[in-house]
């Protein structure tokens, strides 16, 4: 639970120059990996997100209107006294604005960026260093979270936000993806996928471990091998409708893998290297045909 400190018996506050002060956050396309990670009936739930160079920003103009969070989305707000609240700091009369390139509720870790995007912001607003251990404590009372919050990969509990371990920032690929239809509500269909893990609990095991060697040896081509076990195991709890087609046509496209955003709508392709205007005419005309626009994206690090 999120621990409120004081500075002594009064709120301490710091009047920074009169400039924006800006915080920016990537989002995701889904997950590499999603999985059990321990033995026992109630394994835990881990996550190896798939960064993508799409963003979050949260802007503060001091002086110019009052010291409140309006402008700033509900779960930003709490975010925002979480931490006014730990560090014993009143926030100055000022004006917030947001801006996102990251679709909502489809799973591109939007509402976490958002907070996110908001405490660097703060930090930044009062001179203060990045703190990973503050920005989890924030998060761990607001919601489930991905691991935006690092920029780099890394296996993370999201139900405990806890990193497990982090995977560097070696690997990167180009993508290729769409959008499907529908909401996925992630704490609904925890228990069908807490069921699937127990009866997959082997598969799973070893999934992770070729992801992890991927990793370590910097490895894309095994680390995209290894995500399209985890989207095909997840395939069997939460179907992509497209999946099937996907799977057939990887080899005609080139693609070195498949990525889905395993409790959401996001499916497409991973390339190690990538794809000329040509192979993209292909991809945009073959999505097409399945009813979807087809997006371009990088994502990873390297």
């Not at 996550?47 to 110019?64: A, E």
């Not at 000329?276 to 990873?300: E, T, Y």
């Amino acid at each position: 639970m999120f621990v409120t400190t004081l500075a002594g018996d009064a709120r301490e506050t710091r009047h920074p120059p009169v400039r924006t002060v800006s915080g920016v956050c990537h989002g995701t396309l889904g997950e590499l990996f999603q999985g059990p990670v321990g033995a026992g009936p109630d394994p835990d739930i881990a996550l190896v997100s798939f960064p993508v160079d799409r963003h979050s920003w949260v802007h503060f103009i001091p002086g110019t209107g009052p010291a409140n969070t309006y402008g700033l989305g509900e779960k930003s707000a709490t975010a925002a006294r979480l931490f006014l609240d730990h560090y014993g700091l009143t926030l100055p009369p000022g004006r917030w604005s947001t801006h996102s390139d990251l679709r909502v509720g489809v799973g591109m870790a939007s509402s976490t960026a958002d907070i996110v995007a908001t405490l660097r912001c703060l930090f930044r607003l009062f001179a203060l260093p990045y703190d990973t251990d503050v920005v989890l404590g924030v998060l761990a009372t607001i919601e489930r979270a991905d691991s935006v919050f690092l920029d780099e990969f890394a296996l993370h509990l999201s139900n405990r936000h806890r990193v497990v371990r982090r995977l560097g920032t070696d690997i990167a690929f180009h993508t290729a993806f769409v959008t499907e239809p529908g909401t996925v509500d992630t704490a609904a269909v925890t228990p069908l996928l807490l069921e699937h893990y127990r009866r997959r609990g082997e598969e799973y095991a070893r999934c992770l471990s070729d992801l992890l060697k991927g990793f370590a040896s910097g490895d894309p081509a095994a680390v995209a091998r290894a995500a399209t076990t985890s989207a095909t195991l997840s395939q069997e709890v939460l179907p992509k409708e497209t999946f099937d087609d996907l799977l057939d046509h990887r080899e005609r496209f080139g693609a070195d893998g498949i990525f889905v955003a395993h409790t959401g709508c996001l499916i497409g392709y991973l390339f190690c290297r990538r794809p000329g205007p040509d192979v993209k005419s292909d991809l945009s005309a073959f999505f097409h045909s399945l009813g979807h626009q087809c997006s371009f994206a990088q994502g990873g690090y390297g």
